[in-house]
């Protein structure tokens, strides 16, 4: 028999699907149930080799919600910048643009931090304030709304990070109210293990091939970029003091981003064919290549962390929803990890869904109501378009040969550096504080 006191159920416990959880429940309480089914629930994450930069406004959120406090010992704040531009071989690589990394006093413009940290983080907090977990794969799922509508949808094939979902999910079946003109007032949703749970709003927060995207016919425009990000962890002699380095070099962005102690996390983008070989060199071949574009600047380099490679794409789903569902994070979109933003881009949509969710709840209205998803869409699709646009933009003007679009960007990024106004604001929108931000990004409780 299907439970059916869930309010929302979210697929999906990653950074997003476990953050929205923690927001709704601190906001609504006990009443109000929230679940989240995931199969990695429990599971260890010290095989995600990525840290990630949480840009000022991403961590006013953690702080809201009590998680930051979990992690600030293992965060470093970023506190100063660098952009280079330069072939590979060049002795010297002129520093373009820099940036001093504060927003507020005191307040970095973005902390680097281990992905496990942050997720265990935000476990540990979930079970603490009430969230159901599931550690179960949800949601194969047949939607009678959605049937006939030329399913599966184009552009919705799994080639961002190349690999199926976790785990076979089942089925689920939004329940048509009579009373209602036949539109749905719950959705059935068919876990792993048989179990059904019934809710008024299922969330996709299950990553960029989401199944629950898919399954409800939303397609995605995208691309790959024929590029992977090679990740791994670097210890070094002297302190990086803070500064993160971004060297655009012709096969595209080379990242030195300071961890914890005498380390930094490197995301290292090459041609994707590339990329596999020289993961798979030995290791002195993989170090003499990781010095070439790290240089001697730290002193000694030593690989301290395993290797890994992440095919990159671009894919923005064409919907954020559909009838009683909402995408977020990579389900929603993925982008290209050259400036950072993936995660905040993700975070940004919690918040928004949390906050329109919130105010419906308070005034007695339902979670899944199309004025709450349409609000929702609203308020994240044009922002996710354009820092998508942008991102891809600017890959693929560094990421190439040509002297001439070389003099273009060094132009642009000389201009940027000389005048004040336009760089405090592109620390402010980097940062996550421009435009229509919602309440959790601004520190403000629900
Ligand atoms: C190399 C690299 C570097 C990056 N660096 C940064 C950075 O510095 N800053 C930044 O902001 N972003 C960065 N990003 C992007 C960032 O990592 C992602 O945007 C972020 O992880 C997305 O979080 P998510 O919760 O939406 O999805 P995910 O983290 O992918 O989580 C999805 C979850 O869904 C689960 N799942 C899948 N299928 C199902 C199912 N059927 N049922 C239930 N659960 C399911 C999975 O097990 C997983 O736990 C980077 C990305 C890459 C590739």
């Known amino acids: 028999m299907a439970r059916t006191d869930i309010d929302v159920l979210i697929a999906g416990g990653g950074f997003t699907g476990l953050t929205l ?22 599971a260890s994450h010290a ?94 799922f047949s939607h009678p709304a959605l049937e006939g509508q030329g399913r599966p949808p184009a552009g919705g094939r799994g080639w961002v990070n190349g690999e199926p979902p976790p785990t076979p999910p089942r089925s689920f079946y939004p329940q048509p109210s009579p009373s209602r003109g036949g539109s749905a007032q719950r959705i059935d949703v068919a876990l792993a293990n048989n179990e059904t749970l019934s809710c008024r709003l299922l969330v996709a927060a299950d990553g960029p091939q989401s199944s629950i995207r898919a399954k409800a016919g939303i397609a995605t425009h995208g691309w790959t ?9 670097v ?17 595209g962005p080379f990242a030195i981003l300071p961890l914890k102690g005498r380390r930094s996390s490197i995301v290292w983008t090459e041609a994707m064919r590339e990329a596999e070989r020289i993961v798979a060199l030995p290791d002195d071949g993989f170090h003499a290549e990781l010095e070439r574009r790290f240089k001697l600047h730290l002193g000694e380099i030593t690989v301290v962390g395993a ?19 909402a995408l977020v994070g990579d389900a929603a979109h993925v982008i290209h990890p050259v400036a950072g933003q993936g995660l905040n881009m993700g975070l940004k949509d919690v918040a928004a869904l949390a906050e329109a969710i919130v105010d419906a709840v308070r005034l007695g209205l339902d979670p899944g109501s199309p004025s709450v998803l349409e609000r929702y869409q609203r308020w994240r699709r044009f922002d996710t378009m354009s820092m998508g646009l ?57």
């Open 21 to 42: 959880a923690i927001a709704l429940r601190q906001a609504l309480g006990a009443p109000f149930a929230v679940g989240v089914a995931d199969p990695s629930l429990g």
């Open 47 to 140: 095989g995600d080799e990525r840290a990630s930069a949480v840009v000022a406004a991403g961590r006013r959120l953690f702080d809201t919600l009590d998680v930051w406090n979990g992690v600030a010992d293992q965060a470093q704040p970023i506190l100063d910048m660098v952009v280079t531009d330069s072939r590979l071989d060049d002795a010297i690589r002129p520093v373009f643009l820099t940036f001093a990394g504060e927003i507020e006093t005191g307040e970095p413009f973005a902390h680097m931090i281990e992905n496990h940290y942050l997720v265990d983080a935000l476990e540990a907090k979930a079970r603490e304030v009430g969230v159901e977990l599931y550690s179960l794969a949800a949601a194969d």
């Open 225 to 233: 970029y024929r590029q992977s990000a090679l990740v791994t962890t």
């Open 235 to 251: 210890g070094h002699e002297r302190d990086h003091q803070g500064r993160a380095e971004e060297h655009f070099l012709p096969a």
């Open 307 to 325: 290797r890994r490679i992440h095919p990159l794409g671009f894919c923005v789903a064409r919907s954020f929803i559909a009838e009683r569902i």
């Open 390 to 446: 942008a991102t891809d933009g600017i890959n693929r003007l560094f990421s190439n040969r040509s002297d001439v679009l070389r003099l273009v960007r060094d132009i642009g990024l000389g201009l940027v550096e000389r005048v004040p106004n336009l760089k405090r604001l592109f620390i402010r929108e980097a940062a996550g504080l421009v435009g229509e931000v919602p309440k959790l990004l601004r520190g403000e409780a629900l």
